[in-house]
């Protein structure tokens, strides 16, 4: 009776571990009073072991004895079936995330046991979800494709802030002073070529319309200084040309 009960606690075990929906069938021995009677000697020392399932594919859970090699089945774990939800998408500089729906012939799958990516779903083309099973009981992948289509071109995202630069009068007195533009203006999500140009403020301060690099011409005062800027972003085959204005206050001292 002994030997039985050990047998019984290791099925539970197995048992405890089981993911919530899966179905569980128990193994019947033969002759249970002997069912942990090891070939190798003594007793089955028993180890919990798991052929995973995954996508068309069940699994099932053992008691392995790790001395002989014996298998003792505990309960089987359902096969994993995955879709996505099928729509027309439209270029929109968005991300698209069709829903994805993973499940067994119990119900949805526990999100714990699977994760999603999404691969070039943002322009124009074929993205990629793709499904990876894993934990202690799932395995596999699959993919699935869907179209993202062009239709009018999209709004430029180009965004642009004033930061406050500072030259030092000392080095003014000297001759010409330049700012670096990530000094200066901060540029970010343009789409297509940048350029620059000064709509606004003191003659003497300049900036290229390629780089956006800013120049203080020698003899400027001390003081602070308002300069007006209009950056444009040219756009490309997705986006429309973006412009944006920002004043920048420099200060010499």
Request: charged share 25%; aromatic share 8%; hydrophobic share 35%.
């Amino acid at each position: 009776m002994k030997k039985l009960l050990s047998v019984i606690l290791s099925i539970m075990l197995v048992i405890a571990m089981l993911p919530f929906g899966s179905v569980v069938v128990l193994a019947e021995s033969e002759n249970p009073e002997q069912s942990n009677v090891c070939t190798d000697g003594g007793e089955h020392n028993w180890v919990m072991t798991t052929d995973k399932a995954s996508f068309g594919k069940s699994g099932m859970t053992y008691a392995k004895c790790s001395k002989c090699g014996k298998k003792e089945p505990g309960f089987p774990i359902l096969s994993v079936d995955a879709s996505i939800e099928a729509a027309a998408y439209t270029f929109d500089g968005k991300a698209k995330k069709p829903k994805v729906n993973v499940s067994t012939a119990d119900g949805p799958l526990d999100k714990k046991y699977y994760k999603v990516k999404f691969i070039d779903n943002v322009y124009p083309g074929t993205a990629t979800v793709k499904i990876t099973l894993v934990g202690d009981y799932f395995e596999g992948t699959k993919k699935f494709t869907f179209p993202i289509v062009m239709g009018d071109k999209v709004k430029n995202p180009v965004t642009v802030k004033a930061k406050k630069p500072v030259v030092k009068y000392a080095k003014l007195k000297k001759g010409n002073q330049t700012i670096a533009l990530k000094k200066a203006i901060a540029v970010s999500k343009a789409q297509g070529k940048v350029t620059y140009k000064k709509t606004k403020g003191y003659a003497k301060i300049t900036i290229n319309k390629k780089t956006g690099k800013i120049t203080l011409k020698k003899g400027i005062k001390k003081g602070s200084y308002k300069i007006k800027f209009k950056v444009t972003a040219a756009g490309n085959k997705y986006y429309k040309k973006g412009v944006k204005t920002v004043t920048v206050k420099i200060k010499v001292k």
